[in-house]
Nanobody, 119 residues
Framework: QVQLVESGGGLVQPGGSLRLSCAASAFTLGSYTMSWFRQAPGKERERVSCISKYGSTYADSVKGRFSISRDNAKNTVYLQMNSLKPDDTAIYYC??????????????WGQGTQVTVSS
């Protein structure tokens, strides 16, 4: 059964850091374009970052603070989040797509992990 399982979310103070992990099972993550999305209460889901064979992309709101990476040997993708702000509070979702470049399409979704930035 194909699964994406996120971990690493939690409560952090403004200015702090978190690293989210997304472990894939039943498929080879390295063959997919991987993305992190987030959805805050009352807002639409938005793509935060994407990594493909062509490189990485970031939403303007997280550029310079977030970094996406993948470890194909561990079948895992990561999102390092630094200098966190209250506006980063959301449920973060991992997503995989078979297309070789970052697009609006998603083949598989994870179940999400909550990130709360608050003092």
């Amino acid at each position: 059964q194909v699964q994406l399982v996120e971990s690493g979310g939690g409560l952090v103070q403004p200015g702090g850091s978190l690293r989210l992990s997304c472990a894939a099972s039943a498929f080879t993550l390295g063959s997919y374009t991987m993305s992190w999305f987030r959805q805050a209460p009352g807002k639409e889901r938005e793509r935060v970052s994407c990594i493909s064979k062509y490189g990485s992309t970031y939403a303007d709101s997280v550029k310079g603070r977030f970094s996406i990476s993948r470890d194909n040997a561990k079948n895992t993708v990561y999102l390092q989040m630094n200098s966190l702000k209250p506006d980063d509070t959301a449920i973060y979702y991992c997503a995989a797509d078979l297309r070789p470049q970052c697009t609006a399409y998603v083949t598989f979704w994870g179940q999400g992990t909550q990130v709360t930035v608050s003092s």
